[in-house]
């Protein structure tokens, strides 16, 4: 319904994040930025914490597109 509303192609509020619309803020793209440092550096281990549905799988799905297999 929303979706011809706006223009949409396609949903983008489904209940499994698509990294395609992930919105890079200041913050998000921090943290997406020193977790990919920290995993291509082998520096050791990452934690990310939030609350729920600040984002936080949507983020590690980007990430893990990002890196080789």
Not at 2 to 26: C, H, I, M, V
Not at 35 to 59: D, I, Q
């Amino acid at each position: 319904m929303y979706e011809a509303y706006w223009g949409l192609r396609e949903k983008p509020f489904e209940n499994t994040p698509d990294p395609r619309f992930l919105f890079q803020s200041d913050e998000t793209a921090d943290v997406y930025i020193r977790l990919l440092y920290t995993l291509k550096s082998n520096r050791g281990a990452a934690l990310l914490t939030g609350e729920s549905g600040c984002g936080k799988t949507l983020v590690i799905r980007a990430l893990l597109q990002q890196l080789d297999p």
